[in-house]
């Protein structure tokens, strides 16, 4: 049989419960300003794109271009090492497997980050196993496509959104 | 139990204010000869006190140096010029700040591997032994934030290698994916990344004190362990801390401000790394990366894996195994002094960590002794985990140990009659 008691008993458990959860509540919804202002503030995020001109870049030739705060690597690639990369297309040793066309929008033109994908150095151009890029950290080589061929790095460099705005000038991001 | 005699002041003042606020009595049962400690403690118990000696020398001259310092990306670097150059006694103060986080390392691996060697981290101290984990955890971070502050080559692209790390996570969902830029407060390592390390580098050092408090309490439960590793059975077992220890103390810490003004004066930049005397390009990665000689061991064995996050894995693992050891060491005897074999693969063990430290400082790619450093690095790996996982269940558990003494009174009166 309910008593009194039990009745009050209840609902004073009700009470604790609903406190305690709007407690939980309150408390997450203060801690997450703290947490996200952590996060890129507007004005990072802001920086968002820039335009390269690509005509002070001679054929063979690399370039390193700063994009927020990472470099950015531009190769004006030679029809050998065009062909070099495209045969290497279904080479078994391609770590994070990827074609060269899905890779550059003209072939001729070569053009992402800077940043290896194993713990964020520079990679040193024109060095390593795959006439591409070679990270001295902890020796990641890249092939003239920017993948990942040998090495801790997991994935390839990766291919940032850019347009040709004319022949000469790309606006990155 | 630790504290046998009671603070009773005769001054009408003291006795006034103990009676309030029992704060001298609280000092005189933790380091003065309300404490009693085991008779035998020998040199190697020099260095908890050493260790906290260090927190303090930090702590001090980190307070006068922000005084200097600018924790902007174009004034770093220049400030820590100017705090060289120009502050009065800033090379004085710079100097014992940025050698005084290598003596603090050093302090404290003489202590954790005393520790090691003479079973602290045993039944009833495993509480003790976290909380100097804990420390030991705060001491890495608030030391790597610390050499970021310089603004130099290294201080940029360890504060970038060492945020990458995290990017090994990027897996788990929701939190994985900006794990990095959330540390940085960007997309690289700029503006924002240096004032919340600055921030954190001075405020991680005041929970270091929080928690050296704790791992001190802790302590005066079961009170300190000794070179025999036996319990202390009664007053003829003990000395009070005042003046015995402290005395002992007090002549280690005076050799000890030797060997460390020996690097302030004479020699100040040699635990550093010339490339840190080139302000950050975040265009260039220098040639030849490497992190501060206190975390080489850890770098190296980061390397060995040739996967990013099992390497990542592997690194930290190799610090939150040391939570495992009251129970993966199976001994009932403390002290290695009485276990042979285990003292034998201890040293093993030490010299296999220096080792490892040493690979860190090289390429991979070097050849030593007719093979790779890699595969040198990946045997020494081997060893420091099979240390843990493999040789001390096994060996605690099966070695024959040699008679231990009834009593460390009996022990060490044997020993004089003997001398």
Same mark, same amino acid.
């Given at each position: ?30 801690v997450?300003?703290l947490?996200?202002q ?40 030679t029809?050998?090492? /065009?062909?070099?990369?495209? #045969?290497?297309d &279904? ?8 074609? =060269?066309?899905?890779? +550059? ?30 990270c ?11 993948? /990942?061929?040998?090495?801790? #790095?997991?994935? &390839? ?8 705005? =004319?022949?000469t000038? +790309?606006?990155?991001? | ?17 103990e ?44 307070i ?20 060289r ?16 986080a ?8 003489v ?17 003790l ?29 360890g ?14 969902p ?26 954190l ?13 704790l ?39 005076g ?64 610090i ?48 030593m ?13 081997a ?9 001390m ?5 099966m ?21």
């Amino acid at each position: 049989m309910t008593t009194h008691d039990d009745v009050v008993e209840e609902r004073r458990n009700f009470l604790y419960i609903a406190t305690t959860a709007a407690g939980a509540v309150a408390a997450g919804a203060a801690v997450w300003p703290l947490v996200d202002q952590m996060n890129p503030s507007k004005d990072v995020l802001a920086l968002s794109s820039i335009d390269v001109d690509l005509s002070a870049i001679a054929v063979g030739q690399s370039a390193v271009f700063l994009w927020r705060g990472n470099p950015v690597f531009v190769r004006h690639r030679t029809a050998e090492e /065009i062909t070099e990369a495209q #045969a290497d297309d &279904n080479s078994e040793d391609l770590i994070d497997p990827e074609i =060269d066309a899905d890779r +550059v929008q003209k072939p001729e033109w070569l053009i992402m980050s800077g940043v290896c994908t194993h713990l964020g150095c520079v990679p040193l151009d024109q060095k390593g196993d795959f006439g591409g890029w070679y990270c001295p950290c902890h020796g990641s080589h890249y092939d003239i496509s920017g993948r /990942i061929r040998k090495g801790p #790095a997991p994935t &390839n460099l990766p291919v940032m959104d850019y347009v040709f705005l =004319d022949d000469t000038t +790309v606006k990155i991001g | 139990m630790a504290s046998e005699k009671k603070f009773e002041p005769t001054n009408p003042t003291l006795k006034w204010v103990e009676d309030r606020l029992p704060i001298m009595g609280l000092i005189y049962s933790s380091l003065g000869a309300g404490y009693s400690a085991p008779r035998n403690l020998n040199y190697w118990w020099n260095f908890g006190v050493l260790a906290g000696f260090m927190m303090m020398v930090q702590i001090i001259t980190g307070i006068v140096l922000a005084m200097h310092y600018v924790p902007n990306i174009e004034l770093a670097f220049d400030s820590v010029q100017h705090i060289r150059r120009d502050v009065n006694y800033g090379w004085l103060i710079q100097a014992i700040h940025a050698n005084g986080a290598s003596m603090f390392f050093i302090v404290v691996y003489v202590h954790i591997l005393r520790g090691f060697y003479f079973g602290s981290y045993k039944s009833p101290r495993e509480i003790l032994w976290f909380l100097g984990i804990i420390i030991y955890l705060i001491m890495m971070a608030t030391g790597f934030m610390g050499y970021v502050l310089p603004w130099g080559q290294m201080s940029f692209w360890g504060a970038k290698v060492i945020t990458s790390l995290f990017s090994a996570f990027d897996f788990i969902p929701f939190i994985g994916g900006g794990i990095v830029e959330w540390l940085r407060g960007g997309f690289s390592v700029g503006q924002p990344t240096l004032n919340r390390f600055y921030s954190l580098h001075y405020l991680l050092p005041f929970v270091l004190v929080g928690v050296v408090i704790l791992h001190v309490w802790a302590l005066h439960i079961p009170g300190s362990t000794n070179p025999l590793g036996i319990d202390a059975k009664g007053p003829y077992d003990k000395i009070p801390f005042h003046p015995y220890y402290t005395a002992k103390d007090a002549f280690g810490l005076g050799v000890f401000i030797i060997f460390f003004a020996g690097f302030v004066f004479y020699m100040p930049d040699f635990l550093g790394h010339p490339d840190n005397y080139i302000k950050a390009n975040p265009l260039v990665t220098p040639e030849h990366i490497v992190p501060e000689w206190y975390y080489l061991p850890f770098y190296a064995i980061l390397r060995v894996i040739p996967d990013k996050l099992m390497g990542v894995v592997a690194m930290f693992s190799s610090i939150l195994i040391l939570f495992a050891m009251p129970w993966l060491d199976g001994a009932r005897i403390r002290s290695m002094q009485f276990r042979p074999l285990s003292k034998f693969f201890f040293w093993i063990f030490v010299v296999n960590g220096l080792f490892l430290g040493f690979l860190g400082q090289k390429p991979t790619t070097d050849i030593m002794m007719g093979v790779e450093a890699l595969l040198l690095a990946q045997l020494s790996t081997a060893y420091y985990f099979g240390y843990f996982i493999v040789i001390m269940p096994l060996v605690s558990r099966m070695e024959t140990t040699k008679p231990v003494p009834t009593s460390i009174a009996a022990a060490v009166l044997d020993a004089n009659k003997k001398g």
